[in-house]
């Protein structure tokens, strides 16, 4: 599978060094140093199997780019790269939707795993990957796209149907944000309003099965005044 990964810093030593290590784990890479040019290149001349985004950058910031990439339909792995240590900025990325982040300094060991790890989630989500692979584990979770099963702690889960579909359509998308309404179009096929509870009830009867504490769930959160996410992926083995 081709590997093309983007990189946007505006920092030529770094760009220099992850651009090869990123050659090293096989991937073809474009690099832009600035957030408009990044953003551009983001948006329109993907498809990318990885965008590595730095946080600060002249004109467009990484954050503004990381939201306009998930506010596109089609999901992008996004690896978030930050000078700034402060934890709310942190939260702030992957809320946003990037899939990991790093914060400066970090070795090339460290670059490496994360970009391995995101890479390969993808690829196994990917509709092109071999039957019989795309099965996931996340934490005590194990999920077969292909034979629409799911196992907690090795026991298997009774879901329904459309359970079932809610729960890929969030792990294949991880860290993006979904509307209720957005649940109801991509996962229903309908837009009418007065459904968004059917979103609701399907959500806390998907998360009364897969959640340890279903008041306190790890898999599918609920991202204030937005919808629900899931937010689990990232411990794929
Ligand atoms: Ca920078």
Redesign the pocket.
Known sequence: MPREVLLV???ADITGLLTLHLRDLGCTVTTVEDGATGLVAALEQGPWSLVVL????PQVDGLEICRRLRAQGAYTPILM?T?RAAEEHRVLGLETGADDYLTKPFSVVEFGARVKAILRRAERLSPSAPPNHRSLRIGELQVDLDQRAVRRGGLPLDLTAKEFDLLAHLIRHPAKAFSRAQLLDQVWGTTHDTFEHTVNSHINRLRAKIERDPAKPRYIVTVWGVGYRFAGALELK
């Not at 730095?54 to 950058?57: A, F, K, P, R, V």
């Open positions: 810093e505006d920092d730095d946080l600060g950058l790269l000078a």
